[in-house]
């Protein structure tokens, strides 16, 4: 702490000394809880979790940049997740996810969305891990069904008639990935508030 600030502190407080003495410990612990943060804050979990509403709302809160990696992919192709999935097929997206995730997660600063699949590549985890705090989006099925059921926008549940058997189904190979991926754990359902979700990602990351 520098001597003007020193000064400033005192004369504020130079009535009541504990409340001084005070004032600078609390500003210390919060510097050094500050450089034991990661950089960045990860959202990881299943298509439909809610990781870039969370995600836009946590940054806003946090005054961190948003963003988003599937919006990147297709700003980078020029074509839907969609499209690039039937024009070029699922190896050539991951490939190009894991070389975005790369990118970003090298900034700082940052909420990172990220699609429900980057965990399948244990280099995208390396990645977020190395300047992320990673929260884990743990939505139910019945809420990931009741979200994803009428969306077109899914490669993986296009044409498909059981989609909720077919999200268990996935979930069920994907959560313990999610799970070991994870700084921390936040489980959503139909009824959970996105403010309190993001009070609560807020709170964790600040205290991790």
Request: glycine share 4%.
């Amino acid at each position: 702490m520098s001597i003007e600030i020193f000064e400033i502190l005192f004369f504020k407080y130079k009535s009541n000394v504990n409340s001084f003495f005070y004032d600078i410990i609390s500003k210390y612990k919060t510097n050094i809880q500050r450089d034991n943060m990661k950089d960045n804050i990860a959202l990881i979990g299943f298509m439909g979790s809610g990781k870039t509403t969370i995600g836009k709302l946590l940054a806003k809160t946090m005054e961190m940049k948003f963003v988003d990696i599937d919006k990147i992919i297709e700003a980078t192709e020029k074509k839907s997740i969609n499209d690039i999935f039937k024009e070029k097929g699922q190896i050539y997206f991951r490939d190009l996810e894991r070389e975005i995730i790369l990118q970003e997660s090298s900034r700082n600063n940052c909420v990172i969305a990220t699609g429900g699949g980057s965990i399948l590549d244990n280099e995208n985890v390396k990645s977020l891990q190395e300047t992320s705090f990673i929260v884990f989006l743990d939505a139910s099925v019945e809420c990931l069904y009741l979200r994803l059921k009428d969306n077109t926008t899914r490669p993986l549940l296009n044409g498909v008639e059981d989609k909720k058997n077919l999200i268990e189904d996935l979930l069920e190979k994907r959560k313990f990935l999610y799970q070991i991926s994870a700084n921390f754990i936040i489980h959503i359902d139909e009824n959970t508030s996105i403010y309190e979700t993001v009070d609560k990602i807020k709170e964790s990351y600040i205290n991790s």
